[in-house]
């Protein structure tokens, strides 16, 4: 089955500065990679996704990257502020069949004042 | 749209006891997921199911069961309650891929905080 690696498992930055989290996934049939922000006691809310035929999609200060041949995938976050704080999880889902998501094991993402 | 309703909020549990966590969507998803969070922890798959009738095992499914009766609800059984099942559980919903033009995204419930004791 499908596996994601997600790193890394906590990031601290200064209010301003960007933020990168990188993901990496096994299964070469996986084709849908949406990333979800989940607030503290909240529940995860998709933030931006990307398909296997983009390479790049843009939404405002966010950014997510993919390179299929390595399977790798990342999240830019660019000028960040305080409201960004949250766990962040990258996931991998193939259109076909069951439409099975796997989500990495998230990263805890501190802007800092 | 009320979205994905999870009941209860939250539960405790003694050793050995059932019951059973409710999820009913009203956006007529084919698909339904049950996740459990343990804290500072990630989303792992219990159940899902693409459709009413049609369940099939995630990553971490025992200790647990499902049914699918109907396209709005997914009840998950928890029977014979252990204390390694205390956890936050999501139940989740999407369309299929290409349904209205959607992408897959999975809609959330609010989460349902169960501790065994």
């Known amino acids: 089955g499908e596996n994601v690696e997600q790193h890394p498992s906590t990031l601290s930055v200064q209010e301003g500065d960007s933020a990168v989290i990188k993901c990496t996934y096994s299964?070469?049939?996986?084709?849908?990679f949406p990333w979800y922000k989940q607030e503290l006691g909240k529940r995860p809310q998709l933030i931006i996704d990307i398909r296997s035929n983009v390479g790049e999609k843009k939404d405002q200060r966010i950014a997510v990257t993919l390179n299929k041949t390595a399977k790798h995938f990342s999240l830019h976050i660019t000028e960040t502020q305080p409201e960004d704080s949250a766990v962040y999880f990258c996931a991998a889902q193939s259109r076909g069949g069951y439409q099975k998501v796997t989500f990495g094991t998230g990263t805890k993402l501190q802007v800092i004042p | 749209n009320a979205g994905v309703t999870q009941t209860p909020k939250f539960r405790i549990l003694k050793i050995g006891q059932s019951m059973t966590l409710q999820c009913a969507q009203d956006m007529n998803h084919n698909y339904m997921y049950w996740y459990r969070q343990d804290p500072g922890m990630g989303l792992k798959l219990i159940y899902y199911?693409?459709?009413?009738?049609?369940?099939d095992k995630g990553e971490v499914p025992n200790g647990y069961n499902v049914s699918r009766s109907t396209t709005e609800d997914f009840p998950l059984r928890l029977e014979l309650a252990a204390p390694s099942q205390t956890s936050v559980y999501f139940c989740?919903?999407?369309?299929?891929?290409?349904?209205?033009?959607?992408?897959?995204?999975?809609?959330f419930g609010e989460g349902s905080r169960l501790t065994v004791l």
């Open positions: 199911s693409v459709g009413a009738g049609i369940t």
């Open positions: 989740a919903s999407s369309y299929s891929f290409g349904q209205r033009g959607a992408t897959g995204e999975l809609f």
């Open positions: 299964d070469s049939a996986s084709n849908y």
